[in-house]
C-alpha cells in the first residue's frame, strides 16, 4: 500500500514539476514515507499538508491518492 502511496505522490509530483509547481510537500511526504524522517523542523509539519497528513492521518492520504 505504501509503495503505490509513493508511486501516486512522485507521479502527481512529476506533473506540478511541468507546470513549475512548487512540489516542496510532496518532496517531503514522499521522503517521509520512503524514510520515516521529516525533513523539515517538526514545527513546520503543519505548513506542509500533505506531509502531516502522511504522519498524521495515513488512512485519509491513502484514501485521497488511491481510491
Not at 512529476?14 to 507546470?19: G, H, I, Q, S, Y
Not at 499538508?49 to 504522519?55: E, Q, V, W, Y
Amino acid at each position: 500500500m505504501k509503495a503505490k502511496l509513493i508511486e501516486a505522490l512522485e507521479k502527481e509530483k512529476a506533473r506540478l514539476d511541468e507546470r513549475s509547481i512548487d512540489t516542496r510537500d510532496h518532496e517531503l511526504a514522499i521522503d517521509y514515507l520512503k524514510t520515516g524522517s521529516y525533513g523539515c523542523d517538526p514545527l513546520e509539519v503543519d505548513e506542509y499538508p500533505i506531509l502531516d497528513s502522511a504522519i498524521n492521518d495515513y488512512d485519509q492520504l491513502v484514501n485521497d491518492y488511491l481510491n
